[in-house]
């Protein structure tokens, strides 16, 4: 069987209509009324509950469906100063001059979002020369 990725783990209560997510590891979320549960993060995905929507999103290979669920965390601003929290944006809401400073100081070692980086900066330079 081969590993599908996950790229967002979430669920909607169907009791209650809460639309709840795990963001890492170990992250278990209830919704509202008690009755169904997320946990697992990205790496995996376990949900609780008998009446929910499985809103998850798996890794198909499309850029753009990587670029709108894959998440980064921030926890300094552009001038090195530390976040009071970290800051999560989806890839395709990140700053080109953060994800180029990613991979030129080698701030990410996994080689799947390095991927997903490389891709998302070719896509906009070709937007553009165009």
């Known amino acids: 069987m081969e590993y599908k990725r996950l790229l967002y783990n979430a669920i909607k209560c169907n009791y209650c209509n809460d639309k709840i997510g795990s963001a890492n590891r170990y992250d278990y979320v209830s ?5 169904s549960a997320v946990d697992g ?68 070692r996994d080689p799947f979002y390095l991927e997903v980086f490389t891709e998302e900066l070719k896509r906009r330079l070709k937007s553009v020369k165009l």
Not at 31 to 35: A, S
Not at 45 to 52: A, E, I, K, R, V
Not at 72 to 84: I, S, V
Not at 93 to 105: E, F, G, K, V, Y
């Open 31 to 35: 919704c509202k009324c008690g009755k």
């Open 41 to 108: 993060g990205l790496e995996y995905q376990h949900l609780t509950g008998d009446n929910f929507t499985n809103l998850a999103v798996f890794d198909n290979g499309n850029h753009a469906i990587r670029i709108k669920h894959l998440k980064w965390g921030a926890n300094f601003d552009k001038d090195m100063n530390l976040l009071p929290k970290t800051i999560y944006k989806t890839i395709k809401n990140m700053d080109t001059d953060h994800i180029q400073a990613i991979i030129d100081d080698k701030y990410c």
